[in-house]
């Protein structure tokens, strides 16, 4: 079974940083591109950022260019994404999905459950 | 930036015909995909690449792009069927969802 588990989510202050990971199993990791996707307390949903397979190539929303960093460790089957400088609209559950096909970063097949980032003091 | 724009809500009685649109320049130029998503639930993938359903999606989903507008119809439409629906697509790089539509099924 294709399964992505998020993790890292919490309670930081404005300004500090945190680092959110995703677990994958059930597929070849290595041979698919990964996205983060979030959604704000009652909002919709907003695109994040993006890797692609090998970790060539990422993609970044205005939003968060500069500040946050996506990642991958293929040999663990983990994604990663470094929040830095966080600010109060960074509150959001944060979800890991995966495209429908490898190189896909905008056909979201399959996502986790979300892991949740509240920004506060 | 891009944008896509959805009505906020579309109502429906069950038995009948759905249909959420999703705007955006040029849009029939790029792939659209659609979401599902209940309440307090992640969302699911119920189209892409405009047209195509994913395994285990019912065939009453279906979707059509072309012009500026995206749409997204659901025939036959079931209760289960209520949820927040969201349309996204890519632009140069720059991947966008649609603000979303509630489908409220009364």
């Known amino acids: 079974e294709v399964q992505l588990l998020e993790s890292g989510g919490g309670l930081v202050q404005p300004g500090g940083s945190l680092r959110l990971s995703c677990a994958a199993s059930g597929f070849t990791f290595s041979n698919s591109a990964m996205t983060w996707v979030r959604q704000a307390p009652g909002k919709g949903l907003e695109w994040v950022s993006a890797?692609?397979?090998?970790?060539?190539?990422?993609y970044y929303a205005d939003s968060v260019k500069g500040r946050f960093t996506i990642s991958r460790d293929n040999s663990k089957s983990t994604l990663y994404l470094q929040m830095n400088s966080l600010r109060a609209g960074d509150t959001a559950v944060y979800f890991c999905?995966?495209?429908?096909?490898?190189?896909?970063?905008?056909?979201?097949?399959?996502w986790g459950q979300g892991t949740m980032v509240a920004v506060s003091s | 930036s891009y944008e896509l724009t959805q009505p906020p809500s579309v109502s429906v009685s069950p038995g009948q015909t759905a249909t959420i649109t999703c705007s955006g320049d040029?849009?029939?130029?790029?792939?659209v995909s659609w979401y599902q998503q209940k309440s307090g639930q992640s969302p699911v993938l119920v189209i892409y690449q405009d047209n195509k359903r994913p395994s285990g999606i019912p065939e009453r989903f279906s979707g059509s792009n072309s012009g500026n507008t995206g749409t997204l119809t659901i025939s036959g439409t079931q209760a289960m069927d209520e949820a927040d629906y969201y349309c996204l697509a890519s632009d140069s790089g720059a991947v966008v969802f649609g603000g979303g539509t509630k489908l409220t099924v009364l």
């Open positions: 040029k849009l029939g130029d790029k792939y």
């Open positions: 890797i692609s397979a090998g970790g060539d190539r990422t």
């Open positions: 999905t995966k495209g429908t096909s490898s190189a896909s970063i905008e056909s979201l097949a399959i």
